[in-house]
């Protein structure tokens, strides 16, 4: 389990997932493909079109996250076949009712606690990936599992969890399936300044 911790895996998180034991990750803190087509969104522009996004996970990898973890932050659940629960997370974009893209976003959670509202304008958001969330946003969230020493993201994007686990002093292990995210989450990692080592 020791070779995982505070690295960045380049791979299919599926295979990755399958050689960590039942239970020895506290919290998955992730953002998968929601299959809703958002690479060729045009408020994405700056990035090159792209298909990652074209299908949801199969259930196999759902599968995957529940035996490996003791507990689960997903974003974009209301896409999932998950069960039902209170603990959601939302993101408020702090979007005008009446502009074309949406005001919030939804995280499901297996926390059954009253949920949680976080705000932050989308349009001050670096983005590094077409879907990068706000480092402020992952850090609220593992805000509520004080006891979550090793984090899991299995769909690691740009890399923010694990920015926002550096800077709060957390165990991450990251996976991430394209080599040039994979390069942007080094870079961005070796960035913050949140020594964790």
Known sequence: MDKFLNTVILGDCLEVMKQLPDKSIDLVLTDPPYGIGIANN????????DSWDDE??????FDE?????????????NYFNLPPSQGFFIWDKKQPKDF????????????????????EWVVQVQKFH???KPTGLMEFVLSFFPEAKIILDPFAGSGTTGVACKNLKRNFILIEKEPKYVEIINKRLEATTGLLF
């Open 42 to 49: 045009p408020f994405r522009q700056k990035f090159e079109k």
């Open 56 to 61: 949801v996970p199969t259930q196999e990898y």
């Open 65 to 77: 996250i529940f035996r490996v973890s003791k507990e689960q932050v997903i974003f974009g659940g």
């Open 100 to 119: 074309s893209s949406s005001m919030c976003e939804y995280a499901w959670s297996s926390r059954q606690a009253p949920a949680r509202l976080y705000s």
């Open 130 to 132: 077409p879907t990068t």
